[in-house]
């Protein structure tokens, strides 16, 4: 059996208390709040910045989540691009909330077969969800990656996966999401998860008593609590009160709140059937989980809805044509830029001379800084973000960013809204992977920055 040896995990910046949703559609709030993606923020745009969190390289990317922005399209090979790697073998899971743990099982046996070294495991949701339905206050935002491979604090010791046709969650093309969930919370979840936990056992020997926390996604948090004291467990924090359900990212989101914690687990993922996992953590794993919770900020619910594209117009003007994206992907995508070989200077993007002394066509080309510090900055109000037509209540913020390691680049400042605060000349900021615009049925990609998290 193969073994997880790291974990990164992303939050939005932004969360939403639910006593705004409620004041705003007339519902009861169910307490807490969830986390919000910003604008530009997807399902790809998020596994990424999971996937950067971890080191190394990989040889396999497997993506699983049930909002990926393209019907026809791999995302997993978009990870893969944006994590600059090299003949990885992508694969994509979908159309389940127990895709995550789908893929968790997959990379073990990709890594068992012997075949391949170190595996990506990347999960990532960020569900269109109907204003004013109960499931915007179920489902948040949100990313979680895992290494997979021989040796790790972590090792996968057994698992079952079993089916069940019930209805289940569902979603149709170009729809938003919406179902009943009371067949899943009083038919399907229970039976399904304990049907899988009690194979597993039955396959390694042990008995319940042999493991010390259990934690498995599920349709709702009461569900989960009724299951863990049924077969006398403690409950493990669900984080429904802070982040809401991350879809088919939970279960791995709940996995990572336990990596730094030795002792045996059961991990369950639900969905129309179950995933039960078992895993013995013999080496704590530390984990981003803790500080991404502690960075975040409010927001309101008309800025929730303006992120989500439900108010404002986003009219892109001309951009230019797919076949760009996929001529300069170096540049944009895996962000590489240009060192020239004659006076050492580090520019962007890529071009035949250099701007400093115009040797041409003597250059090298360089992986660019992560971080860097703003030298100026605008912002402006006759444009939107991401340069759509301006709705004069959403700035468009640029800044020239000196880089680490050498580059002066022009990117677009994310994670803002109306507030400003610590932008400002000298500031420092980081690269982080976005959604750049969407012309023409198509969405681009490439990176823009925002202040340190």
């Known amino acids: 059996m193969a073994s997880i040896s790291d974990c990164g995990v992303y939050l939005p910046v932004w969360k939403l208390k639910r006593e705004e949703i409620a004041k705003n559609t ?9 986390s919000v993606a910003h604008w530009d923020e997807d399902s790809i745009t998020m596994a990424v910045e999971a996937a950067r969190k971890l080191k190394g390289n990989f040889d396999a990317v497997l993506f699983a989540s049930t909002s990926t ?52 495991v990347v999960s990532a949701e960020c569900l269109p969800l109907k204003p004013g339905s109960i499931y915007e206050q179920f489902y948040g935002d949100g990313a979680v990656a895992l290494t997979v491979e021989k040796e790790g ?17 569902w979603m149709l093309k170009d729809e938003l999401l919406s179902y009943d969930m009371r067949l899943d919370a009083m ?38 609590e009724g299951l863990l004291k049924a077969v006398g467990a403690k409950p493990e924090e669900f984080f429904f009160r802070t982040t809401g359900i991350l879809g088919t990212a939970h279960p ?18 639900y969905g129309e059937g179950a995933d039960v996992i078992a895993i013995e953590i013999s080496d ?8 991404m919770l502690e960075s975040r900020k409010e927001i ?74 703003i030298y100026t900055f605008t912002i402006d109000y006759l444009v939107s973000p991401g340069n759509y037509v ?39 900021v980081e690269r982080t992977f976005r959604l750049l615009f969407e012309k023409n049925s198509f969405r681009y990609y490439g990176w823009k920055a925002r202040l340190v998290r």
């Not at 791995?252 to 730094?260: G, N, P």
């Not at 913020?397 to 932008?423: H, K, P, Q, S, Y």
Request: charged share 25%; glycine share 10%; proline share 5%.
């Open 26 to 34: 007339g519902l009861p709030s169910m307490g807490g709040e969830k």
């Open 69 to 120: 922005p393209f019907r026809i399209k791999q995302s997993a090979s978009f990870v893969a691009s944006a994590l600059d790697l090299e003949n990885a073998f992508t694969m994509d899971f979908s159309n389940s909330f127990r895709a995550s743990t789908n893929a968790l099982i997959t990379a073990n046996e990709l890594v068992d077969s012997g075949e391949f070294e170190r595996v990506l």
């Open 153 to 169: 604090g972590a090792k996968i010791i057994g698992y079952h996966s079993s089916y069940q046709p019930l209805p289940g969650s």
């Open 187 to 224: 038919f399907g979840y229970a039976s399904s998860i304990q049907r899988s936990a009690m194979s597993v056992l039955g396959k390694l020997g042990m008995s319940p008593m042999d493991f010390d926390r259990i934690v498995a996604s599920a349709p709702d948090p009461k569900s989960y």
């Open 252 to 269: 791995l989101f709940l996995l990572a709140s336990q990596l730094e914690k030795t002792g045996r687990i059961l991990l369950g993922g």
């Open 284 to 291: 704590p794993i530390q984990t981003n989980l803790g500080k």
């Open 300 to 373: 309101s619910y008309g800025d929730y809805l303006y992120n989500k594209g439900f108010i404002a117009n986003r009219d892109a003007p001309d951009r230019p044509p797919i076949t760009k994206l996929w001529r300069e992907e170096k540049s944009i995508i895996r962000f590489y830029g240009m060192k020239c070989r004659k006076c050492g200077t580090v520019s962007y993007p890529i071009s035949r001379c250099c701007i400093e002394c115009g040797a041409k066509d003597d250059f090298e080309e360089v992986k660019l800084g992560e971080k860097g510090r």
């Open 390 to 428: 301006g709705d004069g209540a959403h700035p468009h913020c640029v800044a020239v960013v000196d880089l680490e390691g050498g580059g002066r680049v022009l990117f677009e400042i994310t994670d803002t809204l109306t507030d400003f605060r610590g932008i400002e000349c000298d500031a420092e």
